[in-house]
């Protein structure tokens, strides 16, 4: 099952409050990017984000599922309501994150 444009849409509003958030389609799904980085992605109309040590640390009960079959799991961000906890997310994450890669 691909994720609906307006479920995109939305989360893209929720992160309106950052600077630099991307995103990039790919087979049906969204990755999303903060400052260049990707933070997670939307897979199957649910906002997944990498496992770092501060999301982790954030959401010590969140759900760990597979974004698609063969992946690594991510933690299901349930709280997507939560403009102010988004922000703190994805700020918290951004130093755990490895730096994007360069462009050949």
Known sequence: MASGKRYLEFILEQLSDLDDISYRAMM??????????????????RFLVKPTKSAVAMMPNADMELPYEGAKKMLLVDDVEDREFLRKLLEAMYDDLPAPKKKK
Do not use: A, H, M, Q
């Not at 990017?33 to 992605?41: A, D, I, N, P, Q």
């Open 28 to 45: 049906g799904e969204y990755i999303i990017y903060y400052r260049g980085k990707v933070v997670g992605g939307i897979y199957d109309d």
